[in-house]
């Protein structure tokens, strides 16, 4: 597939996803007007074998996201790319994919951090 046909495929997804999210967060607030949206960013377990495209839509999947949780005013977006990034033979459990425990103990103090911020709120 060449790039302006991998670009197309993506932005249909990515719009699709951005779609489908958007509707979710309608649901939860409607269903409860208190909640707190909570979202996770996307990382990339595969840093050292990943093409500079694939890393480029990567960050715009994670960027939009953050951009739509974010303008719901009712949600908080984690990233996890950075803390991965730099972090993987640290963070990345044997089987390439997941966190080890230090890496879901590093997630969880991220979190952490970042619920303390929507507590604080008046």
């Known amino acids: 597939m060449n790039s302006l046909a991998q670009e197309d495929a993506f932005n249909t997804r990515l719009n699709s996803y951005l779609s489908n999210l958007k ?5 939860i607030n409607k269903t409860n007007p208190n909640s707190e949206v909570v979202f996770l960013g996307l990382y990339n377990p595969y840093e050292k074998v990943t093409s500079s495209e694939d890393t480029k839509f990567l960050s715009t999947w994670n960027y939009k996201t953050q951009q739509l949780i974010e303008d719901d005013a009712k949600g908080i977006f984690i990233p996890t790319y950075d803390l991965m990034k730099f972090n993987l033979s640290r963070y990345l459990a044997k089987d390439g994919l997941h966190p080890n425990s230090s890496g879901y103990q590093a997630i ?4 952490g951090t970042s619920i303390e911020t929507i507590i604080a709120k008046p």
């Open 108 to 111: 969880s103090e991220r979190i």
């Open 23 to 27: 509707q979710i967060l309608d649901i």
